[in-house]
């Protein structure tokens, strides 16, 4: 008898763990990651002000 | 007994919390040895692509990788070494995705890593360059 | 389809043998439509005017061939001739549209039955044909010169893949001959020069090509079958069909065969490169699909060198190998039957590979290495030398024992350095595509000085052996199960749980715990120029992990050893120590009266460093006080003991990882401690 009514009792335990561990993904930082990210790609394509006024050196050279 | 167990559910929601919570105030690292390394690869390399992108031989895939998008664009002899620099460039970036994962004791972030990444390439891409819709079609931005 | 166009020339001179009997001034006849498999045509009229009928104009309104349409098709003749012998135009025009207004002359001797056309366009381009008959067999000779290959296109499907000729000109006579049935023999000799072709994404495209090309078929009615030979020479240009590139020729292809409607057997297939060399082929395909059935390859004394660079290495791009050199010959031979892969036998000659990155090498290889779909083979494969991941190895002959996808070796000795490493039941398979491989083994005592030397390390002493239980490699990582032991400063070093993820990838993350016992202090500060200490010091090394051989996080704890043994501390290891916490602290001891003193004793040392994102936060033995903030709070590292006894205290917590290295380097560098 107690087994039978402990039964849905451990379902819904599990069940709330693997929602725990859903909610961990959906927890990524993704702001965080996203800022990490433009970190990245502005130093890999190096976007700084040396990137634009190289835009610009392109720039002129294709007016003469 | 079965309060016993209302608790026990009451305390793994409230730790599932307190880790969600923490994930949320996460900064995340990109200062290990490992991605610097890749990332100076990856600069180094860019100054060889960037003329590909700008002509639109090499374009920004959904996936955030690059592919070869119009050859026509580059003479025949360069096809091959363009086709080297794009697969040595996914090989970086894929192990950059995945070491940012690890950098922070999360591996199964690296899917969403990308995702991330993926975004932001083409969103910080110059005027011109072209790049894979989510739809797949190429794109000039 | 020549059979069909036949069938439409007897049609017109049909109409124009009536017209010659009528000889009226003025003769006009229409066709509504003409149906051929090769052709449609509707709304023909032909015009005839003009003194003897010497003017002709004929116009299609539409003609559809391969699925083109065409409308409005026009061809004149101002000087045509319509006589009983002789059917001839010197000067006719044709105007298709999209086309230029070629140039057509045409000659046909009824009671000879020779019939010949030759249409040229402005630029010099002829295409002539004679063809000649009798009452059952013809023969035709079509000879081209200066012909545009761009006249192709318009005949060609529609498809993204699929190069289109953009250039090129055609030079050489293709001689047809047939019955009635059809066409029976083809001898074509042909020059394809200045050949430019390219698909729509250019991924297959080719500039400059000049080739020659044989080739002779002949029908064979008894079965229905064609017997073909040809000979394709690639003599220039560049080719570029995704990923492989090839420029200058120097390729030779022979090809020989038979085509039924069931199959096509291939035979005597050979392709000879300059560069490489030959590779003989012959095989079938199933038809309509062209399925590969049965297929055999032969090739000897390749040069691998070419080979790899030019069409291996595109293909593993994506690989450790990608940036590989070879030197060396191969052979190979692979029999592919009914279907399934029966064998492949693989041989190297003195062949050497090197990562351009340093990652592996091997040098004089020799190898034979038969593999067959049933039943066990044995390799027996040798180098001379070689190095992993910077360790070099010696001399290596393996028995490897091969079953399908399974590779066994029983035993095998690599002598690495000085000692040996010594591997039992090596037994590696092929999984879902992946490779996994497991072997246990034994390391045999390799000088550490030896070692440090190979891997470009500080040097060291000692000497590193081992019993390794279990060494597994499954999902790109390497595990090893049970110890390796070191002895090192007269200490013992255990390695435990070590792994090696992605070995030959990008950015191999290796971890492992350490556990060093009685380190003779002396001998490493000696090694290290770190200024003499005397004692001896347990190190734990946990959760040490290296990402690209850098390390990225352990938790260092760091003691004198239990016993009794001399402890003594000089002052310039003093310094040095100090020096690790900043400038600030050697100035001080500089000042005071310590620097009266060459040595000290002390009782104990201890230093703790946990490093984690760059950050290696440190303690040491005991608060050097009990105040309340943990975090101003000094620690003890050194312990004074005896006279002159000497306490050494740190306060700084936080360090970054690379401060710490610099300064560390510039202390071990400079042999000297600074001192200003």
């Known amino acids: 008898m107690k087994n039978v009514s402990l039964y849905p009792v451990i379902l819904a335990l599990f069940s709330i763990i693997l929602t725990a561990c859903v909610t961990i993904n959906i927890y990524f930082p993704a702001a965080a990651a996203e800022k990490a990210a433009d970190q990245i ?22 007016d003469n | ?71 026509n664009a580059v003479p025949l002899a360069q096809r091959q070494s363009v086709n080297a620099l794009v697969a040595a460039e996914n090989q970086d970036r894929n192990a950059l995705y995945r070491e940012i994962a690890r950098a922070n004791s999360h591996p199964e972030w690296e899917k969403d890593i990308r995702a991330t990444f993926s975004q932001r390439w083409i969103s910080l891409a110059k005027s011109g360059w072209w790049y894979q819709a989510a739809n797949g079609s190429w794109t000039k931005k | 389809m020549l059979r069909s166009l036949l069938i439409g020339t007897f049609l017109v001179t049909m109409v124009l043998g009536y017209a010659v009997l009528a000889a009226p001034s003025h003769l006009s006849f229409i066709i509504n439509d003409i149906h051929s498999p090769v052709f449609s045509a509707k709304k023909i009229t032909a015009n005839l005017s003009g003194g003897q009928l010497s003017q002709l104009k004929f116009h299609v309104g539409e003609i559809i061939i391969q699925g083109k349409i065409f409308r409005n098709v026009k061809f004149s003749c101002t000087k045509f001739q319509l006589a009983e012998h002789l059917i001839a135009c010197a000067d006719g025009s044709i105007h298709l549209p999209g086309f230029s207004t070629l140039a057509v002359a045409f000659r046909f001797i009824p009671h000879k039955k020779n019939l010949d056309i030759e249409i ?82 250019g991924l297959r495209a080719g500039e400059n090509v000049n080739m020659a090309i044989d080739f002779n078929a002949e029908h064979i009615q008894r079965n229905n079958k064609w017997q073909w030979q040809s000979e394709i020479n690639w003599l220039a240009g560049e080719i570029f069909w995704q990923p492989l590139y090839f420029s200058g020729g120097g390729y030779n292809l022979n090809l020989a065969g038979v085509l039924s409607e069931k199959n096509i057997r291939l035979s005597n297939g050979k392709i000879a490169s300059r560069d490489i060399g030959e590779l003989d082929f012959s095989g079938l395909f199933a038809r309509p699909d062209y399925d590969l059935v049965d297929f055999d390859l032969n090739a000897t004394n390749l040069k691998l060198s070419t080979l790899f660079d030019q069409i291996l290495k595109p293909f593993l791009r994506e690989t450790a190998f990608s940036e590989m050199s070879v030197i060396g010959r191969s052979s190979f031979a692979w029999r592919y039957h009914q279907g399934v892969n029966q064998s492949l036998i693989l041989d190297l000659h003195d062949v050497s590979l090197a990562d351009q990155r340093d990652r592996f090498a091997f040098y004089r290889i020799n190898a034979h290495i038969p593999w067959q779909m049933d039943g066990a083979t044995i390799a027996d494969i040798s180098f001379l ?53 497991q072997f246990h083994g034994e390391l045999m005592p390799v000088s550490m000085k030896q070692l440090t030397r190979a891997l470009q390390i500080q040097q060291m002493h000692g000497e590193i052996s081992g019993v390794i239980p279990k060494v597994s490699y499954v999902n790109s990582t390497i595990t090893l199960d049970g110890a390796l032991l070191f002895n090192i400063f007269d200490g013992m070093v255990t390695a435990k749980n070590l792994k090696l993820v992605e070995p030959l990838g990008l950015v191999p993350h290796l971890t492992l715990d350490l556990a060093m016992k009685n380190i003779d202090l002396s001998l490493l500060t000696r090694t290290f120029s770190f200024g003499n200490m005397q004692g001896r010091i347990d190190m734990d090394m946990q959760n040490l992990e290296l990402a690209g051989w850098r390390p990225v996080k352990f938790d260092a704890q760091l003691s004198s050893s239990a016993g009794s043994y001399p402890r003594r501390i000089s002052q310039a290891a003093i310094q040095n120590i100090s020096a690790l916490g900043g400038a600030s602290a050697v100035a001080a001891i500089q000042r005071s009266f310590l620097r009266f003193f060459e040595e000290f ?30 975090e101003s709070q000094g620690y003890v590292i050194v312990k004074g003991g005896g006279i002159p006894a000497i306490t050494v205290i740190g306060y700084n917590r936080n360090v970054g990882w690379q401060e710490l290295i610099n300064r560390l380097q510039r202390i071990t560098q400079g042999n000297e401690p600074v001192i200003q």
Request: hydrophobic share 45%.
């Open chain 1, 41 to 62: 790609i502005e130093e890999v394509w190096q976007l700084d002000d040396a990137g634009k006024n190289e835009q610009g050196a392109e720039d002129t050279r294709s």
């Open chain 2, 1 to 71: 007994m079965n309060k016993l167990f209302s608790y026990l559910v009451l305390l793994v929601i409230l730790l599932s919390l307190t880790l969600a919570a923490h994930a949320r105030g996460t900064n995340i690292e990109i200062n290990t040895p490992a991605i610097t390394k890749l990332k100076q690869s990856m600069q180094q390399r860019h100054g060889q692509l960037a003329p590909y992108y700008t002509s639109g031989a090499v374009g920004l895939t959904r996936d955030g990788m690059i592919a070869m998008r119009d050859a």
């Open chain 3, 120 to 201: 040229q366009s402005v630029a010099g381009e002829s295409w002539r044909l004679a063809l000649q008959w009798d009452v059952n067999s013809w023969w035709s000779v079509l000879s081209i010169a200066k012909g545009q290959v761009m006249h192709a296109v318009r005949w060609l499907p529609d498809i993204e893949s699929m190069p289109i000729p953009a250039k090129g000109e055609v030079n050489g006579k293709v001689r047809l001959s047939g019955s009635m049935d059809g066409i029976a023999r083809i001898a074509a000799a042909v020059h394809i020069d200045a050949l430019a072709f390219s698909d729509r994404n």
């Open chain 3, 385 to 437: 030398s070689g190095q992993v991941l910077r360790v070099p190895m010696g001399a290596v002959r393996v028995p490897l024992e091969i079953n399908q996808f399974e590779l066994r070796i029983p035993q095998l000795v690599v002598p690495v350095l000085d000692g040996k490493l010594k591997l039992e039941n090596f037994i590696a398979l092929q999984q879902d595509n992946n490779w996994r491989w």
């Open chain 3, 601 to 630: 004793t002390y009782s104990k040392i201890g230093w703790q460093c946990s490093l984690r994102n760059n950050v290696c936060r440190m303690d040491g033995i005991e608060p050097a006080s009990a105040l309340e903030d943990f």
